[in-house]
Protein backbone atom coordinates (compact mmCIF):
# COMPACT_ATOMS: atom_id res chain seq x y z
CA UNK A 1 0.00 0.00 0.00
CA UNK A 2 1.67 3.38 -1.10
CA UNK A 3 1.88 5.98 1.74
CA UNK A 4 -0.37 9.20 2.01
CA UNK A 5 1.71 12.77 2.17
CA UNK A 6 -0.11 15.92 3.68
CA UNK A 7 1.55 19.25 3.79
CA UNK A 8 1.15 21.03 7.12
CA UNK A 9 1.62 24.47 7.55
CA UNK A 10 3.55 24.86 11.37
CA UNK A 11 4.95 28.13 11.33
CA UNK A 12 2.95 31.54 9.29
CA UNK A 13 5.76 34.74 9.77
CA UNK A 14 7.67 33.41 8.03
CA UNK A 15 5.54 30.66 6.62
CA UNK A 16 6.83 26.70 7.19
CA UNK A 17 5.25 23.66 6.03
CA UNK A 18 6.33 20.22 6.31
CA UNK A 19 5.53 16.67 5.43
CA UNK A 20 3.70 14.23 7.05
CA UNK A 21 3.49 10.71 5.42
CA UNK A 22 0.56 8.17 6.48
CA UNK A 23 0.74 4.49 6.38
CA UNK A 24 -2.25 2.91 7.48
CA UNK A 25 -2.67 -0.23 9.80
CA UNK A 26 -2.82 -3.22 7.39
CA UNK A 27 -4.30 -5.61 10.19
CA UNK A 28 -7.75 -4.69 12.31
CA UNK A 29 -6.31 -6.51 15.30
CA UNK A 30 -3.89 -3.63 15.56
CA UNK A 31 -5.45 -0.62 14.14
CA UNK A 32 -5.89 1.00 17.37
CA UNK A 33 -2.15 1.95 17.51
CA UNK A 34 -0.76 5.03 16.12
CA UNK A 35 2.84 5.64 15.79
CA UNK A 36 4.48 8.61 15.04
CA UNK A 37 8.12 8.68 13.55
CA UNK A 38 10.41 10.97 13.76
CA UNK A 39 13.47 11.04 11.71
CA UNK A 40 16.73 12.12 13.06
CA UNK A 41 19.45 14.76 11.44
CA UNK A 42 19.90 14.31 7.53
CA UNK A 43 17.25 11.72 7.41
CA UNK A 44 13.79 12.38 6.30
CA UNK A 45 10.20 10.62 5.19
CA UNK A 46 12.10 8.67 2.14
CA UNK A 47 14.72 6.90 4.73
CA UNK A 48 11.78 5.71 6.89
CA UNK A 49 10.15 4.32 4.31
CA UNK A 50 10.61 0.75 4.83
CA UNK A 51 10.47 1.01 8.58
CA UNK A 52 7.20 2.41 8.10
CA UNK A 53 5.92 -0.31 5.98
CA UNK A 54 7.12 -3.20 7.71
CA UNK A 55 5.28 -1.29 11.36
CA UNK A 56 2.11 -1.00 9.53
CA UNK A 57 0.85 -4.76 10.20
CA UNK A 58 1.01 -3.11 13.89
CA UNK A 59 -0.19 -0.11 13.74
CA UNK A 60 -1.46 3.11 12.05
CA UNK A 61 2.11 4.67 10.73
CA UNK A 62 2.93 8.06 10.36
CA UNK A 63 6.29 9.63 9.68
CA UNK A 64 6.58 13.59 10.44
CA UNK A 65 9.48 15.23 8.59
CA UNK A 66 10.42 18.38 10.66
CA UNK A 67 11.47 21.69 9.14
CA UNK A 68 14.55 21.89 7.61
CA UNK A 69 14.64 18.21 6.91
CA UNK A 70 13.63 16.27 3.39
CA UNK A 71 11.36 18.19 1.41
CA UNK A 72 10.06 20.31 4.40
CA UNK A 73 9.56 24.29 2.79
CA UNK A 74 11.53 26.60 5.47
CA UNK A 75 12.95 29.56 5.16
CA UNK A 76 16.54 30.67 5.39
CA UNK A 77 15.77 32.03 8.84
CA UNK A 78 18.01 31.84 11.61
CA UNK A 79 15.73 31.00 15.32
CA UNK A 80 13.74 28.67 13.59
CA UNK A 81 16.05 25.92 14.64
CA UNK A 82 15.40 25.75 17.84
CA UNK A 83 14.64 23.44 20.70
CA UNK A 84 11.40 24.86 21.71
CA UNK A 85 10.43 25.63 17.77
CA UNK A 86 10.74 21.93 17.45
CA UNK A 87 8.49 21.16 20.45
CA UNK A 88 5.53 23.87 19.41
CA UNK A 89 6.40 22.08 16.14
CA UNK A 90 5.43 18.22 17.33
CA UNK A 91 2.05 19.65 19.10
CA UNK A 92 0.93 21.18 15.66
CA UNK A 93 1.63 17.96 13.66
CA UNK A 94 -0.26 15.91 16.73
CA UNK A 95 -3.11 18.23 16.59
CA UNK A 96 -3.32 18.03 13.00
CA UNK A 97 -3.46 14.02 12.82
CA UNK A 98 -6.52 14.38 15.59
CA UNK A 99 -4.49 12.33 18.11
CA UNK A 100 -6.03 12.14 22.00
CA UNK A 101 -4.06 11.92 24.92
CA UNK A 102 -1.93 8.70 25.76
CA UNK A 103 -3.32 7.52 22.72
CA UNK A 104 -0.26 7.12 20.49
CA UNK A 105 3.54 6.08 20.64
CA UNK A 106 6.54 8.72 19.82
CA UNK A 107 9.18 6.23 17.28
CA UNK A 108 12.44 8.94 17.61
CA UNK A 109 15.54 8.53 15.87
CA UNK A 110 18.61 9.68 17.62
CA UNK A 111 18.06 13.25 16.73
CA UNK A 112 14.61 12.58 16.46
CA UNK A 113 14.50 10.99 19.83
CA UNK A 114 16.24 14.07 21.56
CA UNK A 115 12.75 15.99 19.53
CA UNK A 116 10.80 13.77 21.58
CA UNK A 117 12.20 13.95 24.45
CA UNK A 118 12.07 17.68 24.58
CA UNK A 119 8.04 17.80 23.84
CA UNK A 120 7.69 14.53 26.86
CA UNK A 121 9.69 16.78 29.25
CA UNK A 122 8.55 20.42 28.12
CA UNK A 123 6.42 20.48 25.27
CA UNK A 124 2.46 21.68 26.10
CA UNK A 125 -0.14 19.42 24.23
CA UNK A 126 -1.05 15.24 24.13
CA UNK A 127 1.36 13.37 25.42
CA UNK A 128 1.97 9.87 24.36
CA UNK A 129 1.71 6.45 26.24
CA UNK A 130 4.76 5.05 25.17
CA UNK A 131 7.97 5.76 23.35
CA UNK A 132 10.09 3.59 20.58
CA UNK A 133 13.56 5.22 20.64
CA UNK A 134 16.69 4.56 18.53
CA UNK A 135 20.27 5.64 20.19
CA UNK A 136 19.53 8.02 22.94
CA UNK A 137 21.68 10.48 24.28
CA UNK A 138 21.25 13.27 26.75
CA UNK A 139 23.45 15.64 25.00
CA UNK A 140 25.35 15.70 21.92
CA UNK A 141 29.16 16.32 22.42
CA UNK A 142 30.34 18.22 19.98
CA UNK A 143 33.50 20.10 18.77
CA UNK A 144 33.94 23.56 20.36
CA UNK A 145 34.39 25.39 17.12
CA UNK A 146 31.40 24.10 16.22
CA UNK A 147 29.12 27.03 17.06
CA UNK A 148 31.23 29.56 15.09
CA UNK A 149 29.72 27.59 12.01
CA UNK A 150 26.56 29.67 12.25
CA UNK A 151 28.38 32.94 11.43
CA UNK A 152 30.73 31.88 7.91
CA UNK A 153 28.20 33.20 5.28
CA UNK A 154 26.93 31.07 3.56
CA UNK A 155 28.80 31.14 0.00
CA UNK A 156 31.91 30.22 2.42
CA UNK A 157 30.39 27.19 4.30
CA UNK A 158 29.38 25.05 1.14
CA UNK A 159 33.43 24.86 1.04
CA UNK A 160 34.18 24.21 4.60
CA UNK A 161 31.21 21.52 4.72
CA UNK A 162 33.09 19.87 2.03
CA UNK A 163 36.77 20.62 3.89
CA UNK A 164 35.00 18.85 7.18
CA UNK A 165 33.59 16.06 5.05
CA UNK A 166 36.88 15.37 3.85
CA UNK A 167 38.45 15.06 7.21
CA UNK A 168 35.84 13.37 8.80
CA UNK A 169 35.93 10.54 6.17
CA UNK A 170 39.64 10.47 6.61
CA UNK A 171 39.45 9.89 10.35
CA UNK A 172 36.33 7.53 10.54
CA UNK A 173 37.67 5.30 8.19
CA UNK A 174 40.67 4.71 10.37
CA UNK A 175 38.45 4.82 13.73
CA UNK A 176 35.50 2.88 12.44
CA UNK A 177 35.49 1.12 9.26
CA UNK A 178 32.20 0.33 8.92
CA UNK A 179 30.68 3.72 10.06
CA UNK A 180 32.84 5.60 7.53
CA UNK A 181 29.91 4.51 5.22
CA UNK A 182 27.53 6.81 6.88
CA UNK A 183 29.54 9.79 6.17
CA UNK A 184 29.10 9.32 2.75
CA UNK A 185 25.79 8.89 3.04
CA UNK A 186 25.60 11.78 4.90
CA UNK A 187 27.54 13.47 2.43
CA UNK A 188 24.89 12.41 -0.17
CA UNK A 189 22.01 13.74 2.22
CA UNK A 190 23.50 17.33 2.56
CA UNK A 191 23.74 17.25 -1.59
CA UNK A 192 20.20 16.35 -2.16
CA UNK A 193 18.74 18.67 0.44
CA UNK A 194 18.38 21.85 1.58
CA UNK A 195 22.04 21.64 3.26
CA UNK A 196 21.43 25.35 4.94
CA UNK A 197 18.52 24.22 7.02
CA UNK A 198 20.15 21.03 8.50
CA UNK A 199 23.65 23.13 9.19
CA UNK A 200 21.44 25.60 10.96
CA UNK A 201 19.57 22.52 13.03
CA UNK A 202 23.00 21.32 14.24
CA UNK A 203 23.92 24.94 15.76
CA UNK A 204 20.30 25.93 17.15
CA UNK A 205 19.27 22.33 18.55
CA UNK A 206 21.87 19.77 18.19
CA UNK A 207 24.01 21.71 20.07
CA UNK A 208 21.96 23.61 22.77
CA UNK A 209 19.98 20.10 23.32
CA UNK A 210 20.99 18.65 27.20
CA UNK A 211 18.81 16.70 29.12
CA UNK A 212 21.75 15.77 31.73
CA UNK A 213 19.98 14.82 34.77
CA UNK A 214 16.57 14.37 33.60
CA UNK A 215 16.12 11.61 32.44
CA UNK A 216 13.98 9.86 35.37
CA UNK A 217 11.18 13.07 34.46
CA UNK A 218 10.25 10.90 31.31
CA UNK A 219 7.36 8.81 33.34
CA UNK A 220 6.54 6.88 29.71
CA UNK A 221 7.59 3.69 29.42
CA UNK A 222 10.37 3.04 26.34
CA UNK A 223 11.63 0.74 23.71
CA UNK A 224 14.96 0.98 23.26
CA UNK A 225 17.23 0.29 20.36
CA UNK A 226 21.12 0.30 20.50
CA UNK A 227 23.91 -0.37 18.02
CA UNK A 228 26.42 -3.21 19.08
CA UNK A 229 29.03 -0.51 18.85
CA UNK A 230 28.43 3.02 17.46
CA UNK A 231 31.02 5.66 16.50
CA UNK A 232 28.47 8.46 16.83
CA UNK A 233 26.31 7.89 19.58
CA UNK A 234 27.49 5.92 22.44
CA UNK A 235 25.39 2.59 23.03
CA UNK A 236 26.53 3.15 26.91
CA UNK A 237 25.07 6.47 27.17
CA UNK A 238 21.84 5.10 25.49
CA UNK A 239 21.04 2.61 28.81
CA UNK A 240 20.57 5.38 31.08
CA UNK A 241 17.62 5.99 30.08
CA UNK A 242 16.28 2.69 32.17
CA UNK A 243 14.79 3.94 34.99
CA UNK A 244 11.10 3.00 34.10
CA UNK A 245 10.22 -0.24 35.40
CA UNK A 246 8.64 -1.27 31.94
CA UNK A 247 11.12 0.46 30.17
CA UNK A 248 13.59 -2.36 27.73
CA UNK A 249 16.35 -2.39 25.51
CA UNK A 250 17.09 -4.50 22.44
CA UNK A 251 20.44 -4.93 21.19
CA UNK A 252 20.71 -4.66 17.03
CA UNK A 253 23.47 -6.63 16.38
CA UNK A 254 25.34 -3.80 13.81
CA UNK A 255 28.22 -2.13 14.13
CA UNK A 256 26.76 1.10 12.51
CA UNK A 257 24.66 4.08 14.03
CA UNK A 258 21.77 3.78 11.14
CA UNK A 259 20.14 0.63 13.04
CA UNK A 260 17.21 0.29 11.15
CA UNK A 261 18.86 0.01 7.70
CA UNK A 262 18.20 -3.67 7.09
CA UNK A 263 16.82 -4.59 10.21
CA UNK A 264 13.32 -2.98 9.53
CA UNK A 265 11.27 -6.00 10.06
CA UNK A 266 12.76 -7.12 13.41
CA UNK A 267 12.63 -3.73 14.55
CA UNK A 268 8.77 -3.92 13.52
CA UNK A 269 8.77 -7.52 14.95
CA UNK A 270 10.14 -6.03 17.99
CA UNK A 271 7.87 -3.09 18.59
CA UNK A 272 4.97 -5.22 18.36
CA UNK A 273 6.24 -7.64 20.88
CA UNK A 274 6.97 -4.72 23.83
CA UNK A 275 3.57 -3.04 22.84
CA UNK A 276 1.62 -6.47 23.39
CA UNK A 277 3.45 -6.93 26.63
CA UNK A 278 2.44 -3.55 27.93
CA UNK A 279 -1.17 -4.15 26.73
CA UNK A 280 -0.96 -1.47 23.94
Known amino acids: MNEIIDVVKTHTDPEVKIRV ?3 PCTNEKHSN ?3 IIVPGWLSA ?3 FTTTAKALQVYGNIFIYEPRGFGESLTP ?11 KKELKIVLDYLKLKNNDFILLGSCSGAAMV ?3 VLDGIGKKPNALVIFSPQEHYKTPFWLPLLGWIPN ?3 SFIQKLIIVFYRFYVKIRSKEESENVTWAEDRLKKNDAWSLRRYVV ?3 ISYNITGRQKEIATPMLIFIAKEDYFVDPEKS ?4 HHQDTEIFQVDVSMHRIQEGNEKLIAEEVNKYLSKIKL
Open 155 to 157: FFM
Open 204 to 206: EFI
Open 33 to 35: RNI
Open 117 to 119: FSY
Open 45 to 47: IDN
Open 21 to 23: AKF
Open 76 to 86: HKKGLFTVDEY
Open 239 to 242: KEFT
